[in-house]
C-alpha cells in the first residue's frame, strides 16, 4: 500500500479589504503572483534533489519581492516567510508564523535555505535583493 503524505501546497491568497480597492488588472497581476508562489511550493514537495530545492527558493525569493513590489512595500527579504513553507526547511514552522511581519524569523542553522552552511546562496539572494527586479513586469496572459 503506497503511504500518502500531506503536501502542504495550494494555499489560499490573501483576501480582506486590501483586494477590494485594487483595479481588475492588477487583481490579476496579484493572483498571478500567488499562483507562481503555490506552483514553486507545491514543486518544492515534489523534488528529491537539493539542487532543484536551492533553485526553487531563489524563484520563490524573487516572487517574494515581487509580491513587496506588487503591495507597495520596501523590497526587504526579512520579511519573507513563504520559504518556510517549502520541503526541507528545519526553521521553527510555528514560532515564525508567529514572526510574520515583523522581520524577527527564526533560522535553524541546518536549514538547507536558511542556515549557515550555503554562504554562496546567501550571496546570491542578497543580489537579488540589492538590484533584481524579480518577478516585476512579467507579461501575463
Avoid at 500518502?4 to 493572483?31: D, R
Avoid at 500567488?34 to 520563490?60: I, P
Avoid at 510555528?94 to 510574520?100: A, G, L
Wanted: glycine residues 8%; proline residues 3%; charged residues 25%.
Amino acid at each position: 500500500m503506497t503511504k500518502i503524505s500531506y503536501i502542504p501546497c495550494l494555499w489560499k491568497t490573501p483576501s480582506g479589504s486590501l483586494w477590494k480597492n485594487l483595479s481588475p488588472e492588477k487583481t490579476t497581476e496579484g493572483a498571478f503572483l500567488y499562483g507562481q508562489l503555490n506552483a514553486l511550493l507545491c514543486m518544492s514537495w515534489h523534488t528529491q534533489d537539493e539542487t532543484d530545492l536551492k533553485e526553487l527558493y531563489k524563484a520563490v525569493t524573487a516572487v517574494e519581492f515581487a509580491l513587496q513590489d506588487f503591495w507597495g512595500f520596501e523590497r526587504n527579504i526579512n520579511f519573507h516567510h513563504y520559504s518556510f513553507r517549502m520541503k526541507g526547511c528545519t526553521c521553527p514552522q510555528m514560532d515564525n508564523e508567529e514572526r510574520i511581519g515583523t522581520g524577527q524569523m527564526i533560522h535553524n542553522g541546518d536549514c538547507i535555505y536558511h542556515g549557515i552552511g550555503d554562504r554562496e546562496l546567501f550571496k546570491e539572494i542578497a543580489f537579488h535583493q540589492r538590484y533584481s527586479e524579480g518577478y516585476k513586469g512579467i507579461k501575463h496572459e
